[in-house]
């Protein structure tokens, strides 16, 4: 089977530093994307990593280690409009994305 | 470009009705989705197609639910006959085959919010 695991919730301060990791168990493997999602809005596509290590895009990182079936989002310096889903996305065989069930992202002045 | 076209926005009907989505994608983009998402389940994938091809159907959830692509620009995800526990947003979203991100990246429409009573 497939699975992908994320915290379900995370509160941060802004200009704070906070880390979202998803772990997952797949067959046929690609790589991993990210999509963020507004209340009552479509997800977004934020990054995509299909080897190993860090990809930045600005204030948004994403990491991957293929051999520990593991990823993480990384964003810098919250603002408020980062209060969002976060939802990382398995890529597979035949371009199916399996996403998982999203972390809700709570930003606080 | 447009986007990704869905309608309607909101879908408000009866258990029993038929109901239809639709979706316009992106021109250009060889691969269309059709996903549910909800609280307790989460964003599900429905089915996709490949060039108007149905490719994978598994996640279709009973034969009520049927989905058609006759053209490239156009697609429907029919409910016949629609349940409550059919209530959800429903997407489409399309993507490239090939693209800057290796055509990984989906973009998604606005949905569609149906409520059955």
């Known amino acids: 089977g497939q699975s992908l695991e994320q915290p379900s919730e995370v509160t941060a301060v802004e200009g704070a530093i906070v880390q979202i990791n998803c772990t997952y168990q797949t067959s046929g493997f690609y790589g991993l994307s990210w999509y963020q999602q507004h209340d009552g809005g479509a997800p977004t596509f934020l990054s995509y990593n299909a080897l190993d290590g860090l990809e930045e895009t600005g204030r948004f990182s994403s990491f991957l280690s293929r051999s520990d079936s593991y990823g993480y989002l990384l964003l810098q310096e919250l603002q408020m409009k980062d209060s969002a889903s976060y939802f990382c996305a398995v890529y597979q065989a035949g371009t199916a994305l399996i996403f998982g069930k999203g972390t809700t992202l709570s930003v606080s002045s | 470009d447009a986007g990704v076209i869905q309608s309607p926005r909101h879908e408000v009907t009866e258990m029993g009705q038929e109901v239809t989505l639709r979706c316009k994608p992106i021109s250009g983009h060889d691969y269309l989705f059709w996903y549910r998402q909800t609280m307790m389940r989460g964003l599900e994938l429905l089915i996709y197609?490949?060039?108007?091809?149905?490719?994978?159907d598994s996640g279709m959830p009973e034969d009520r639910f049927s989905a058609k692509m006759p053209n490239a620009s156009f697609s429907t995800l029919k409910i016949q006959p629609s349940e409550p526990r059919d209530s959800a947003v429903y997407f489409c979203?399309?993507?490239?085959?090939?693209?800057?991100?290796?055509?990984?990246?989906?973009?998604f429409g606005p949905g569609t919010r149906l409520t059955v009573l």
């Open positions: 197609f490949n060039n108007n091809v149905p490719i994978d």
């Open positions: 979203a399309s993507s490239l085959a090939s693209g800057t991100s290796g055509g990984r990246e989906q973009f």
